[in-house]
């Protein structure tokens, strides 16, 4: 049987079993991966995983049961195992029903890439050494301390008692290099670089090593500054980790269900800079994050978030929805078959403006670029502080020195209301987001030494 045979088999036995509806779901992947320490293979593997899982509801009592073997007694098994939790739980008042849709999803473009779905191992190998040489090539004060090449194959298939019934197949390359530069006795920060894509086309392993060891380089020789507040340029991963990590979980319908999120009451109102534009777009073309549907099969769409700062809506899978009396969203998420769907981001998009990486330094008269955070946020409260690492002190529009670890501190929700400008190149990031550099102002800027 094909992986859309085994869920609309699963989905049958459950309606047998006197369920009074049922969602099987389920996956296949191939994971071919490379590791890397300090500049040498450490191992290479090939992983497979698949498994189903049923979710079924008997008069409003849900249950929930799983197997990694896809054959029909294993199926089966699973079956009766949900109807037996779900008559054993308790009824949930909220629950109204799994998702019906009369919508055919259609996949976006570009999110399966046969090339990737071929390689074997010795391929992904020749693309880690590239990395490897690339890094020794640009400078010989830099090494790689690990690193990882993946590449993913995977199939989802979905079916309900509602009609739906559907399955996507989709390729992602990623790949990530730790690097430090050593000069004089002296060591850098560790810099952490990665791409992923949906197109092996897309992917240059000899940028992904120049690019590690230019900023490990960057970092050397770093000098203290007193302490000030100002403005902080975030290139696009700790913008990400602050800004975009912030916005997606307030915009989260079961944060807002659950009166976690700030935003829960401010539908119309303005609660970031007009130039703060927000976007969650599950088909965007060549999207690491897309896909035709969601993990309960609803078709993703182009959800608008924020519109000149004016906050416009929030992402919902069906129980979220259905307790708001509104539609999906089409962002229930699951983490593998082995989880029941909660909400989450597809590709949350930042809407890049006009301005380059280095126009936006040459309009700053005093500040700091931060390439990597590492610290705390604090989504329900908005307070943040951390490290800025792979930091440089900017002064009258020219990077001065790299700096030695830098506090930075203060409230998200604040952030985005002084957000000064946005820049115009965005890139995927492992957030679940596009983000471009942000430049934001009034934030505590704390030397450590």
């Known amino acids: 049987m094909s992986l859309q045979d085994r869920v609309e088999y699963a989905v049958r036995k459950c309606e047998k079993l006197g369920a009074s509806e049922a969602e099987a779901y389920a996956q296949k992947q191939r994971v071919?991966?490379?590791?890397?320490?300090?500049?040498?293979?450490?191992?290479?593997?090939?992983?497979?995983?698949?498994?189903?899982?049923?979710?079924?509801?008997?008069?409003?009592?849900l249950g929930f049961a799983y197997t990694s073997t896809l054959s029909e007694k294993e199926i089966e098994k699973a079956c009766e195992a949900a109807f037996a939790l779900a008559r054993a739980s308790a009824?949930?008042?909220?629950?109204?029903?799994?998702?019906?849709?009369?919508?055919?999803?259609?996949s976006p473009e570009g999110i399966f890439d046969p090339r990737i779905a071929e390689l074997q191992g010795t391929d992904v190998l020749n693309l880690a050494i590239q990395a490897a040489e690339a890094v020794k090539e640009k400078d010989k004060r830099a090494a790689i301390d690990d690193g990882k090449f993946t590449a993913a194959t995977g199939e989802t298939a979905i079916a309900n008692t509602h009609g739906i019934s559907c399955v996507e197949k989709a390729t992602?390359?990623?790949?990530?290099?730790?690097?430090?530069?050593?000069?004089?006795?002296?060591?850098?920060?560790?810099v952490f670089e990665y791409e992923i894509?949906?197109?092996?086309?897309?992917?240059?392993?000899?940028q992904l090593g120049e690019k590690a060891a230019e900023k490990a380089v960057a970092s050397l020789n770093p000098k203290s500054v007193p302490s000030f507040t100002g403005k902080v340029l975030l290139d696009t991963d700790p913008a990400a980790a602050v800004l975009a990590y912030t916005i997606t979980n307030s915009v989260n319908a079961e944060n807002v269900q659950r009166k976690r999120s700030l935003w829960a009451e401010k539908i119309g109102e303005e609660v970031a800079?007009?130039?703060?534009?927000?976007?969650?777009?599950?088909?965007?073309?060549?999207?690491?994050?897309?896909?035709?549907?969601?993990?309960?099969?609803?078709?993703r769409r182009k959800t608008e978030i924020l519109t000149k700062g004016v906050l416009k809506g929030f992402l919902h899978n069906s129980f979220t929805a259905n307790k708001a009396n509104t539609a999906s969203t089409g962002n229930a998420y699951r983490q593998d078959y082995t989880a029941l769907p909660t909400v989450l981001s597809s590709n949350m998009i930042i809407q890049p403006g006009d301005k380059t990486l280095e126009q936006m330094i040459s309009e700053i008269d005093k500040g700091i670029i931060v390439r990597r955070f590492s610290g705390n946020v604090r989504p329900e409260s908005g307070e943040f502080s951390g490290i800025a690492k792979q930091a440089s002190f900017i002064e009258n529009g020219e990077v001065k020195h790299a700096l030695k670890e830098t506090m930075i501190s203060g409230n998200v929700f604040e952030a985005l209301k002084n957000i000064v400008a946005i820049g115009s190149e965005t890139r995927a990031t492992l957030y679940r987001a596009y983000v471009p550099p942000t430049l934001v102002d009034n934030i505590k800027i704390v030397s450590k030494h």
């Open 273 to 299: 800079s007009p130039v703060l534009n927000v976007v969650d777009d599950g088909l965007l073309p060549f999207g690491v994050y897309s896909s035709a549907f969601d993990d309960e099969g609803v078709p």
């Open 197 to 206: 894509t949906r197109s092996l086309g897309k992917l240059s392993p000899t």
């Open 172 to 190: 992602v390359f990623s790949c990530y290099l730790v690097c430090i530069a050593k000069e004089m006795g002296k060591a850098s920060s560790m």
């Open 91 to 106: 009824p949930n008042p909220d629950w109204i029903s799994l998702p019906k849709t009369a919508e055919t999803p259609t």
């Open 32 to 61: 071919v991966e490379i590791v890397l320490e300090r500049g040498e293979i450490q191992s290479e593997r090939t992983k497979i995983h698949e498994g189903i899982s049923v979710r079924l509801v008997k008069d409003k009592k």
